[in-house]
């Protein structure tokens, strides 16, 4: 009876178990499927969004608004062989529009039908797109999502480059018909690379420490918010920095579970990316990582919970104040209450998030002193190599050496300067230094004359021009001698010169001129 009886308790524990466990898992499914939906309504909103950017930017170019341009750029595409010039300007001008809306309202995935409603100008779309699309994937210039992330094996890779694409392009099966396959999408390739690298830049401004490399997949999303892109954009530029060793994502596994009669498929969670280190590829995901992660997660959880805490306690201190103004004593002192459980949760939340960020803190310390020692491994591994390559003896061998090197060329030099010396002493035996000197002083001499006779030429030319000065000094000062009118005579003599100047004429009389002349004379 006793064992039975612990074999049903055992029983019970083990279905209280497996119950509870499901309701987890049922818990977590429905919070996924929450947050999926939450997801999809603003992949829609974004969307919707990038429509209206899309038409009002291709509507606002400058060839779409002239009518008559317009009708030119949404006729029919005509054949490359018969009017290769009316082609290659058609499908520049589409080429760079899509390229244009593509890099200004961030559309990196797009169908034909999407594109038909960005280029609607005045409710008329351009009926022919199908066929420059077409056009647009013969030349690759576009190519198909699925096509961009899907991986091949070798020999389907193999398969499909040397025998099915050469059959489809020369068949003219390479292309979808758009016109049906209106909700394909598409991608532009070397814009996607560009948007992959602009992330890439984007997240390295933010990585200061050795554990920021790791950051979650919602916080990734909230630091591209302004970009305007959805989460399968978001997941194609990941791949991409994924194919060029930049990034790693961090994968939650998610079981499927069947219960009441809804099946869920098997799937893996996005919870984390792990980029790569500036000039460096990204590293092996560990099991560190995810921890590091769970503890950024639970940080940033607590700080919004400080943060909620605070503004409830304000609206609660709102409240008791209001209360005991309007004299309800027993309701301030429930809300007061209340005011001291928030405020006993925050103090254990702040002590909490404290604790964890001095847990980082010591995380980040210990991978910076892991890649110092490796970095010290690294150089002690290289100097003995180094050292291996070079013995005492060799070293020994080469010192004693090079001092019979430098004492052999101390002789030589030595050998070489008495001879110079010996040299020199035989050609100057010949010579009479005080001839020499004589000769020297006689050029002195001769050179200090010239400098004394230059210096006399000099100062004759000074003294001739000073003279010259003084004569013309004297020939334009004024004569003391000669006597000074005062202004009253110098009126009547420019008066008596106005009445000779009228005397000039003819028919003045020879009396008056007479008279005018014996004034003058008088005054002067």
Known sequence: MIGSS???????????NNNSNNNNNNNNLNNNNRSSIKRMNNDKEINSEKTKRAINHFSNKKEIKNSDRRGILFSKLPSQQLNPDRYDNLMTFWNNSLTDISKSCNVLI????????????????PIYLPLILNEMIKTKFIIKYEEYIKEYGWSKW???????????YYTGLSTPNTETDKNVK???????????????????????????????????EKSIKDWYITREELDLLLLVLVRDSKALILTNKVKSIKNNNNSYNNGEDRIGIKFAFDGEKVQTIQETDFGILKLQTTYETLKQQESK?????EEISHTIKESIRIKQKNHALLQLKKKKLLESILEKRATASTNIHEILFSIESAKSNQQIIESLCTGVSTLKKVNEEISVDQVDSILDDYQDAITNQREIDDAMKSGFNSVE???????????????????????LALEKEEKQKQKQIEKEKQQQQQQQQQSTQFNPNLPIPLKNEEDDL??????LSVSSNPLTSSKQQDENKQKTGELI
């Open 6 to 16: 612990e074999n049903n308790s055992n029983n019970n524990n083990s279905n209280n």
């Open 110 to 125: 797009f169908t034909p039908k999407l594109l038909s409603t960005y280029f609607t100008v005045e409710n008329v779309s």
């Open 158 to 168: 193999v398969w499909t480059k040397m025998v099915v694409q050469p059959f489809q």
């Open 186 to 220: 598409f991608i532009l390739p070397e814009m996607i690379k560009d948007k992959a690298e602009q992330l890439y830049q984007h997240q390295l401004k933010n990585m200061n420490s050795t554990v920021d490399n790791i950051i979650s997949y919602i916080n990734l």
């Open 309 to 313: 805490l605070l503004t409830d306690i």
């Open 425 to 447: 002493s035989l050609s100057s035996a010949d010579i009479d230094e005080d001839q020499l000197e004589k000769e020297l002083d006689q050029m002195l001499q001769d050179h």
């Open 494 to 499: 420019l008066k008596e010169l106005e009445s």
